[in-house]
Structures are given as structure tokens and as C-alpha cells.
């Protein structure tokens, strides 16, 4: 598998934590820049994609956490594609120790979209280059990408509204994948952050938010007497309730085990 693979060696820097551990913005910031150092070790990341009106555009992410590195952790981060479809790749990440402590495995879907037309880009067939990128069926998590469904009491569900600022954005003016779990988890009471932790996390991206727009975060859970403790969080703009943006789940555990 050696040679199907990037990987890096990363210390945790302490502005990437909270009193727990790597916080799960700086998390989902890490792996998504793994995912675009594989892909330009592949020779298919964005001076690849630039070169021919081409960008990659995230669609799943599933994130199962063992325990989250701490500040000034070193730690290993490995990645490569484990799937290929028409349009999309999937690739696998993996969290490690210097002692090989398996901390997180993690799974996320790329589109390959063209972007020729900025104002209406489309999804485009993976091309030759991309489908020659070596791929390794092994993978960093034991499932794969779930339905999220929102089936929700609309009496248990608690809202916040925010606007899209410049710094939620990316170069495209759109909103950068990483926050949409930052702001499923700002939903929360703080004192059920301080005493579970994150054990999986799934978001399934739906449609772009941009730069002044104005959306509502729907959160609902964690019921008291569930034992799995999840939550679902719902992402959908303010004037156009209809469209979502992001769903996402998220199970929790008892914080000992991720300290």
C-alpha cells in the first residue's frame, strides 16, 4: 500500500485546541488539506484542476474518532483514494500516533465538477488522468457513507440564525465544507460538550451557501434517556427554508474516552 499513499507527519499546535483536544474545525480543516496534499502528490489537485476549468467540490464526510490528538501531539496523518465513480473519489484518511495509536479514520466524497462557467458549474466524468490515480481498497473506517434522514419533531428542534461572513468562505466565495460541523456543534449546550465526546460524525453536503446569505442551523437532540446519544442538524437558508444546505449526525460518547 506504501506506494499508494501520501502521508505527513503534523504536531498538533495548541490554536488548533480546545480544553479537550484538537477541536473538530481544526479537524475537518486538517483532513480537508490532506485530502488536497494526496491529491496534488497524484498529480490531480489544483494546479491539475486549474489548468482545465476543473475543482474538487466535497459531498460526504464520515469521521470516527478514537480519541482526539492533543496540543503538541505529533502525530501521523496517512491518505489515498479508496474508490472511484463516475464523477467522484473517494478517499480514506488515518490518524496515528508516533507509538501507532490509531487515533481517527475518516472517509470523504469528492465530486469533480467543472467550473468553466463559474455561475453554473456542473458535475463532469472523472477524466483519464484521474481514473489512473492508484487506488487501495483498504479503508480507515468501518462503515460506509450513511443516509441521513431528517425525520424530526419540529417541537423538539432548536434554531439559530447566522450570515455568511468572509471568513466562513473559500476562494470560490462559497462556504468552506470544515465549518458546516463547527456549526452543528455551536449548537449545543456547552456543558454536554464538557461531559460527552464525539465518536462519529457524518455530514452530507447539499447545496453551496455564499458569501451574505442568510441561513438557519436546526439542531435536534440529544434525547436524555437515548443511550447513543446522537444528534442531527439540519442546515437551510433563512428566505428558502426548502433548500438545504448540509444534514449532518453526530454520536457521542462519554468524554473519558476521548481526553
Partial sequence: MTNRLYQERIRIRNSECNVHGMSVLALFQTIQYM??????????????????????????????????????????????????????VTR??????????????????WLL???????????????DRVKAAPVCLQRAVSAGFPDIAWTCDASGVQTAALSVGYTDCDFHRQVNNATYAHWALRGLDPQFLMDFGVRTIDVDYKNPSRMGEKLVVQTHGPAAEQPARITR???????????????????????ALTA
Fill in 113 to 127: 465538477v467543472n467550473v468553466a462557467d463559474p455561475v453554473r458549474p456542473r458535475l463532469s466524468r472523472l477524466t
Fill in 35 to 88: 485530502a488536497e496534499a494526496g491529491t496534488n502528490a497524484a498529480g490531480i489537485g489544483l494546479p491539475y484542476c486549474r489548468a482545465n476549468n476543473l475543482t474538487w467540490m466535497a459531498r460526504r464526510h464520515h469521521v470516527e474518532i478514537n480519541r482526539l490528538p492533543q496540543g503538541e501531539e505529533m502525530t501521523t496523518w496517512s491518505t489515498w483514494n479508496s474508490a472511484l465513480g463516475a464523477a467522484s
Fill in 233 to 255: 442538524h439540519r442546515v437551510v437558508g433563512r428566505d428558502d427554508p426548502g433548500c438545504v444546505k448540509a444534514l449532518m449526525s453526530v454520536r457521542f460518547g462519554e468524554r
Fill in 92 to 109: 480514506d484518511i488515518e490518524v496515528t500516533t508516533e507509538d501507532g495509536e490509531r487515533l481517527i479514520g475518516a472517509a470523504s466524497e
